[in-house]
């Protein structure tokens, strides 16, 4: 297949790459193996598969690195409640349903298909406890093809798990989780696009014994590990008095903090924290808009890039309250300003020299090649030997609508991260095959104005 | 005209109410005559006009009490820059081209049509200090059947303003001004509909004497008064160091304080301000996503409530880049719980006994009843002796997808409130004319997954 269009991508942060007019030759993989001029293709016998209009640009698919896909019924709802609140009331009840197969399968077939179009061609997922509902989970991923981690959650703490949705015991999780490691790896069409991720929930959902068991799972069967870390006063403060030591370092004593581990939140990581992440090439899932409830700090960012840790962005589907990774990108910035003047836990303007100011590329890249790097997956960016996981943006009047009198590249840019959303998505692509994108002939501003 | 619904309103903060199935009648002027139980049409022998699907409700109009309709074209840009250099770099050099009228007309016909596509019935705006585009965007709302207040920018003080984008002197800014609401109250069609509004920018960009003329020409003219009031330390400090006295009490000086007086974000209000604001029928427009960027604290919406001020809720087009009023909702709860847990400028928890978490109805009553009696609006509620202003939100699989399953009423409404975009409006009413709605047959999923 051949595709020519305009590219925009973040190599780095804080660095916007504009490729106009680019002729991409993908192959049967989905592979990227030659990225030309354009202009070529006109004089070529043989015009290209894909040609978008000039007015269409495209930028990497998005990786969204932190998905609670039970949580998907119950977005937008309850967020004027503490995280412990939260989780009691309206998130395990929820959850708990997903004992029931088929409850889960209408779930997984309304979600998956929404967040490739909302642009996300790779989501990191946590399912529930369930088995049978988190294999299905990864099957809907192959399905639609959507490049996918997902991970069974295993806790078993009786103190903070409710008794009709725990695992039985340690030995009952970890095995749990092996089973289901071997039952994603089994699935056809899998290799390559769907893989499982061990997932303990977080430290006070888990026994010593299963975080330790699991730890060993992780490096027996050679997979990567998700879980949530030091994401409020109340979790931090929990881990401390139990571990006594921080979040990260309790988790990495359990063999859990490795290579592309993925750490959701941590908000209130400290310099050792960081340096401890960076030197076992992991990193974290910044949530933005879902800190904004359930933090009771504001991640810093740039502190966490200065050390060398990975960074990521997340939706947290549901405690954030947006399925779109894009929109991350804004509340990532915002976040970053709330730090610049002394937000919440504050005293970071110009701790160890770093400006805690994000701006809109940098913020790109995180949800792009930092969520890809974070999570160790070869996307994030359209160069040749990558995957062709892509999304076509309308810029144009029946799209975003970009002012041609006012904007430049930087400009177009940072309106299309902050306001671009599903309706501006022409088309979707995972490793090369289209999964998702309007219709021919629908536009955002498909509204009748009678005038 | 008769239209069959169940109605979502919330006629006090914290307060929703549910009719379900009710028949409205509205008259030739566009205000409702009669609300009645719906399942009496039935056995009428002429059905209503509109019978709304079960799955979808209609709630009031949404009424954005902060517009710069000149910011439009920069809507998404330059938000990692600090106020004061947004405005010299960005904002004033956009708004000088306005002087440019046709240049003007093609911005006012796409946001006054997108604003209206979003459920924003009613909108308070600043022009720009032109004449003629501040007429014709009176004219565009009238046009496109858009409630609105209109205000021609006033701003003359050389240290805080470009040369080329200002009034000649304080003569000339208060004879614009007392033009401008003459052409706009002589506006065929206006009455009722659209009105003009006083609009000194703010007092650094304002000399005494421009000031004070635009307090006397509101008192002369009759007409209401919108600026902005302690958004910033910046602009805070400004004031003080030149007035030797808060923002909120140098414009009471100056005659800009009265009743349905808007004053935009007013972050920084203390205990005496709020005093002030509450005796005088003043109140707060509160653009809770715009702070994030440019304020350096949070409004404490629960606090100026508790004091009897007013309270509505704004966009801040462009300083906040996001058209839709209802997301601000959101945005406002989670400022809140920011406020809850120590957030920038915090020591609120418990302040005069306050809690500043804010529920989502409280929110939403903000964006409705609250900006219309901010603004001296006679909407923002479905009842008897009220005008038609009403969003008909789809929540079935053809628009927001509420889960049967899981939602009762409160939970859908938090939904809409927190999920609902222009996608599932299906109907837009001002005054009850249809001014915008989706198409029969579209739907927001209207995505092709390839499977």
């Not at 929820?94 to 209408?106: I, M, T, V």
Request: charged share 20%.
């Amino acid at each position: 297949m051949r595709v020519r269009a305009t590219i925009l991508q973040t190599p780095r942060p804080g660095e916007l790459q504009v490729l106009e007019d680019r002729l991409l030759t993908i192959d049967g993989s989905g592979a990227i193996t030659a990225i030309g001029r354009g202009g070529r293709a006109e004089a070529d016998s043989v015009p290209p598969d894909v040609e978008l209009p000039p007015d269409v640009v495209l930028v990497p698919g998005l990786v969204d690195t932190h998905v609670h896909a039970p949580q998907w019924p119950q977005l937008g709802t309850g967020l004027d409640l503490p995280l412990e609140e939260w989780l009691l009331a309206h998130t395990f009840p929820l959850e708990a349903r997903y004992a029931d197969e088929a409850f889960a399968r209408r779930v997984w077939a309304d979600l998956v298909p929404t967040l490739l179009a909302n642009g996300t061609t790779t989501a990191v997922y946590y399912g529930s406890i369930h088995e049978p509902a988190t294999v299905a989970l990864a099957e809907t991923c192959v399905e639609h093809g959507q490049r996918a981690l997902v991970g069974r959650v295993a806790m078993d703490h009786p103190d903070a798990t409710p008794h009709d949705y725990r695992d039985a015991g340690p030995t009952a999780g970890i095995e749990a989780s092996a089973r289901s490691i071997e039952a994603i790896r089994a699935l056809p069409g899998a290799n390559g696009l769907v893989s499982p991720i061990v997932t303990p929930r977080f430290i006070p959902a888990c026994t010593d014994p299963l975080l330790a068991g699991l730890g060993e799972l992780a490096a027996a069967t050679g997979t990567t590990v998700q879980t949530h870390c030091s994401e409020s006063d109340w979790e931090h403060t929990n881990v401390v008095n139990r571990c006594g030591r921080t979040d990260a370092a309790a988790l990495d004593g359990f063999g859990l903090v490795g290579e592309h581990t993925v750490l959701a939140h941590a908000t209130h990581l400290d310099d050792r924290d960081r340096s401890l992440l960076a030197a076992r090439g992991a990193g974290v899932s910044h949530c933005p808009l879902s800190n904004v409830y359930f933090s009771e700090r504001v991640f810093e960012l740039r502190s966490a890039l200065a050390a060398g840790v990975r960074v990521g962005l997340g939706t947290d589907i549901a405690g954030g309250p947006d399925p779109s990774l894009l929109a991350q990108c804004g509340h990532a910035v915002g976040a970053s300003r709330q730090l610049a003047r002394g937000g919440p836990g504050a005293p970071v303007d110009g701790r160890a020299g770093v400006d805690p100011v994000v701006d809109i590329t940098t913020a790109f890249w995180a949800a792009t090649v930092g969520g890809a790097e974070l999570a160790g997956l070869p996307v994030g960016l359209l160069e040749v030997g990558r995957p062709f996981d892509a999304v076509a943006v309308d810029l144009g009047p029946s799209g975003l609508g970009v002012w041609d009198e006012v904007d430049d590249w930087p400009r177009a840019f940072e309106k299309l991260v902050r306001l671009a959303r599903l309706s501006d998505f022409t088309d979707v692509w995972v490793a090369g095959r289209r999964v998702a994108g309007r219709q021919a002939g629908e536009a955002r501003r498909r509204t009748s104005t009678v005038g």
